[in-house]
């Protein structure tokens, strides 16, 4: 099945958004836990790094992307 540019786009901005969930629970629960606000900036940014590379990963293993 051949997978058009424009549903390629949405794919990836769904992985973008859902990466993005996943920094913000990480964070708030860092900055919960008694950090410091950058350090919980720091945990959610690693959170989302981490998502977003193993969304692509996935999608590119399964040939979505």
Do not use: E, H, P
């Amino acid at each position: 099945m051949k997978i058009t540019l424009g549903v390629k786009v949405l794919i990836i901005a769904m992985c973008a958004l859902v990466s993005i969930i996943v920094a913000m629970v990480a964070a708030w629960i860092n900055r919960a836990s008694g950090a410091t606000l950058g350090d919980a900036v720091l945990s959610g940014g690693g959170a989302f790094a981490g998502c977003m590379i193993l969304c692509l990963a996935v999608l590119s293993t399964i040939s979505v992307l």
